[in-house]
């Protein structure tokens, strides 16, 4: 069964809500203002899975990753900076506030430089022995195999394009007895 939302606020994690009498309802990969089609989630009463978006918001951006959406990694991309970023000051003005301290919070700083420095990539020697390298897919027990990540340091993106012998993992073979 589908239902018809409009999503309210972008919550902690980067799921859009939508608040309804029955409580809030979290999809993910919509934004504030945005009216969408979506579907129930087994066994996760307060979630739902987004088929289409109906009306965007006219903050919604082309996402700058190819896997966006697919793997795991990321769950903002498609909202435009400014958004972004007071968002970002939001959770920590709301963290201060939760923890009765009261502070003064300067907007974000970009400090993103060359990439995030860390990642938490999985592995798994695949069909035929081919090492699948990616992120853990969103919600899911499965690896989506990426070939590069645009949001990590050029370093680990050269992690993710090269054959496991080049970057020094031994590949274990599974017994054939």
């Known amino acids: 069964m589908t239902e018809r ?30 009216t969408v089609e979506v579907e129930s989630v087994p066994g996760h009463p307060d979630r739902r899975h987004l088929l289409r978006v109906e009306t965007a918001s006219p903050e919604r951006i082309e996402p700058f990753c190819p896997h966006f959406g697919i793997c795991g990694g990321c769950a903002i991309q498609h909202w435009t900076a400014p958004r972004y970023q007071e968002w970002k000051r939001s959770l920590v003005v709301e963290a201060l506030a939760q923890a009765g301290l009261d502070a003064t919070v300067d907007e974000l700083i970009d400090a993103h430089g060359d990439g995030r420095r860390r990642a938490t ?15 853990a897919a969103l919600r899911a027990h499965h690896i989506v195999g990426i070939d590069r990540c645009p949001q990590v340091q050029r370093a680990l993106a050269a992690f993710v394009a090269r054959p496991a012998v080049q970057v020094g993992l031994t590949v274990p073979k599974p017994d054939s007895a």
């Not at 309210?8 to 809030?24: F, I, Q």
């Not at 990539?121 to 992120?135: S, T």
């Open 5 to 34: 939302l409009a999503i309210n606020r972008v919550a902690h994690r980067g799921d859009g809500v939508a608040d309804t009498p029955a409580g809030p309802l979290f999809v993910p990969y919509t934004l504030p203002g945005e």
């Open 121 to 135: 990539f999985h592995a798994r020697l695949g069909a035929r022995d081919i090492l699948e390298v990616g992120f």
